[in-house]
């Protein structure tokens, strides 16, 4: 289920994250979507979804990280 807009993005990501995260969210999301389609393809006992989402996720830290006032800011 790969996403088309970023309104489509679950809240959890939609309502924490800057525009451009969401973006990087969403690119990674949909192609690990496309890159896990196959069960062989992924380690251990994860769906298609939990390992498009952790692999979203660690995209989008690899440029933002989370404050100390709890929001998510670019790195410098």
Do not use: C, T
């Amino acid at each position: 289920m790969p996403y088309r807009s970023r309104s489509g993005l679950p809240d959890s990501v939609k309502h924490v994250l800057p525009a451009h995260a969401q973006d990087i969210y969403q690119e990674a999301f949909n192609s690990a979507w496309s890159q896990y389609k196959d069960e062989e393809d992924r380690r251990g006992d994860d769906s298609r979804e939990e390992v498009a989402h952790k692999v979203a996720w660690s995209a989008v830290k690899k440029e933002y990280e989370k404050g100390e006032d709890n929001k998510w800011h670019p790195k410098h």
